[in-house]
């Protein structure tokens, strides 16, 4: 018990000093946005990751809150408002991990579940036009890790719409993720429901060995 007690002590001091990103150079600062209002909320964010990457935590999760990405409408307004906030601290981070020798063992996946239809959806209003979700056709992007780099893999319909050349579904995707971990997707299970269930169940997956 107090084992226990001593590793919770050690965990909240050590949580405090990798969230503290007073401690990094002015320069990294600015790199990640922290000088700009805009970029400075996201950017924090990054820059903690690459903190707690750098003292060895296996899994880090980053979110940019209250939805901004599901534009219905104004996506002309809010999509770019939404990217100026997010790509410079994204590529920020990338640069970071590479610069310091990590992005070859951290892999980075940024994305979404959904992507936009490539039809409008004005709501009687075309200054105020969104779109709708799309499932069958939308982008994602991955770096380190083992993934080569400069590279496109798949293609849309000439409308945008669905995928229609090498498909990759969200279940591809989490077994390349696990097989870059050195996990085998078929063997991974745990109890949910009462019964064993994979990450990738339901449908018929493989690693993308193209993006390797």
Same mark, same amino acid.
């Given at each position: 018990?107090?084992?226990?007690?001593?590793?919770?002590?050690?965990?909240?001091?050590?949580?405090?000093?990798?969230?503290?990103?007073?401690?990094?150079?002015?320069?990294?600062?600015?790199?990640?946005?922290?000088?700009?209002?805009?970029?400075?909320?996201?950017?924090?964010?990054?820059?903690?990751?690459?903190?707690l990457v750098e003292?060895?935590?296996?899994?880090?999760?980053?979110?940019?809150?209250?939805?901004?990405?599901?534009?219905?409408?104004?996506?002309?307004?809010g999509l770019s408002?939404?990217?100026?906030?997010?790509?410079?601290?994204?590529?920020?981070? $990338?640069?970071?991990?590479?610069?310091?020798?990590?992005?070859? @063992?951290? =892999?980075?996946?940024? *994305?979404? !579940?959904?992507? +936009? &239809?490539?039809?409008?959806?004005?709501?009687?209003?075309?200054?105020?036009?969104?779109?709708?979700?799309?499932?069958?056709?939308?982008?994602?992007?991955?770096?380190?890790?083992?993934?080569?780099?400069?590279?496109?893999?798949?293609?849309?319909?000439?409308?945008?719409?669905?995928?229609? $050349?090498?498909r990759v579904t969200?279940?591809?995707?989490?077994? @390349?993720? =696990?097989?870059?971990? *050195?996990? !085998?997707?078929? +063997? &991974?299970?745990?109890?949910?429901?009462?019964?064993?269930?994979?990450?990738?169940?339901?449908?018929?997956?493989?690693?993308?060995?193209?993006?390797?």
């Open positions: 018990r107090i084992a226990s007690y001593e590793l919770a002590a050690r965990m909240q001091v050590a949580a405090t000093e990798a969230l503290d990103v007073s401690k990094e150079s002015a320069a990294t600062q600015r790199m990640y946005g922290l000088d700009q209002n805009e970029t400075r909320e996201y950017g924090t964010r990054c820059l903690i990751a690459r903190r003292r060895g935590v296996r899994f880090v999760q980053l979110f940019l809150g209250g939805q901004p990405w599901d534009n219905h409408s104004d996506i002309r307004g408002a939404v990217c100026r906030r997010t790509d410079q601290p994204a590529a920020a981070l $990338v640069q970071d991990l590479k610069q310091r020798g990590l992005l070859d @063992t951290t =892999l980075v996946h940024w *994305g979404g !579940e959904i992507g +936009r &239809l490539p039809v409008t959806e004005n709501h009687g209003d075309e200054s105020k036009a969104g779109r709708d979700h799309n499932g069958q056709g939308f982008s994602c992007w991955l770096a380190g890790g083992g993934i080569r780099g400069g590279m496109t893999f798949g293609e849309t319909d000439e409308f945008g719409h669905s995928a229609v $050349v090498d969200p279940n591809d995707i989490q077994a @390349t993720v =696990l097989h870059q971990f *050195g996990i !085998e997707h078929e +063997r &991974l299970e745990f109890e949910y429901n009462g019964r064993k269930q994979r990450l990738t169940d339901g449908r018929e997956c493989r690693v993308l060995k193209e993006l390797l």
